[in-house]
């Protein structure tokens, strides 16, 4: 809850809350010229892991809800052209993954409100309606994509501290365990709750086994008096050794085909629309 305040507080400070003001270029996070670490003047818990929760209600939007939207959103209002990396610094080669995603949609965005406007033989709601389903999809693949950065990231700062220090780095063993481990397992499993969407559980159940994993290792720390060092160490073997397959050859092929899958679908709901039903 508290990470989900400040993240609609970082919302209203950019975006405001008229439809007709423009964000303002002032990122939350930024860029520490001492170590590179990504810092936050108000926060420093994670901004994607406090985002997953505003996704989650963007995602359930229904197909009704998103034709009314988008009939009083203005192009230069568009939400998606609006978005940023939340991973890492916008401009950076750490963010280009979200970049690719939301410029993706954003395109997609601007096909729905630009396209077959007025009277023409293909009514815009069709195209729109078209485009939904992958317009869904793409808010859950950059939840899954904030995750799986997340997840990675940990191990990685494991590894920085490990070696040279929570002094050197900016970050100790506990706080990347608290605020990077045991948040994103939380939030896998808020995902495979009942009254997420669709999309947002099957994103939560394809990362579900991390939260086995956190489980086990948080089991072992304390059966060993709290010991972080031997949590992390597990930590990075686990992540960078035992299962790298999965982050980085199965989940790339699930999304892939998790956006063809919504592609298509939107044949469907295409002809629901011309039906009018």
């Known amino acids: 809850m508290r990470l989900y305040i400040q993240e609609c507080d970082r919302q209203l400070r950019m975006y405001g809350t008229s439809s007709s003001q423009t964000p303002q ?11 590179g670490n990504d810092s936050s003047t108000t926060t420093a818990a994670p901004r994607g892991i406090a985002a997953i929760p505003l996704l989650c209600a963007a995602a359930s939007e229904s197909r009704p809800a998103y034709l009314r939207r988008l009939a009083n959103t203005l192009i230069e209002n568009a939400w998606w052209s609006r978005q940023e990396p939340l991973c890492a610094s916008p401009g950076t080669l750490k963010a280009l993954p979200e970049t690719l995603i939301i410029g993706i ?16 033989p293909i009514p815009q709601k069709v195209v729109q309606s078209f485009l939904w389903p992958l317009h869904n999809c793409l808010l859950s693949t950059w939840m899954g994509l904030i995750l799986t950065y997340t997840i990675l990231g940990a191990a990685a700062e494991f590894v920085q501290t490990l070696f040279w220090g929570a002094r ?5 063993l506990e706080y990347v365990w608290n605020e990077k481990c045991q948040l994103s397992a939380d939030s896998i499993l808020t995902m495979c709750e009942g009254h997420q969407p669709l999309s947002a559980r ?6 579900l086994p991390y939260t086995a994993v956190v489980a086990f290792i948080s089991a072992l720390q ?23 397959w999965y982050w980085f050859l199965v989940l790339p092929w699930c999304g892939a085909f998790f956006l063809g899958a919504a592609f298509f679908s939107g044949n469907c709901f ?8």
Not at 109 to 118: H, I, Q
Not at 202 to 207: D, N, P, R, S, T
Not at 226 to 244: E, I
């Open 105 to 120: 949609a954003s395109l997609v965005e601007r096909l729905s409100l630009t396209l077959f406007r007025g009277d023409t």
């Open 25 to 35: 270029n002032t990122p939350v996070l930024t860029q520490d010229a001492n170590n």
């Open 270 to 277: 295409a002809l629901i629309e011309m039906a009018g039903a």
């Open 168 to 172: 050197r780095t900016g970050f100790s």
């Open 202 to 207: 099957l994103v939560g159940l394809a990362l």
């Open 222 to 244: 304390s059966a060993m008096g709290g010991n972080q060092l031997v949590g992390a160490g597990l930590y990075v073997f686990v992540m960078f050794v035992a299962t790298w």
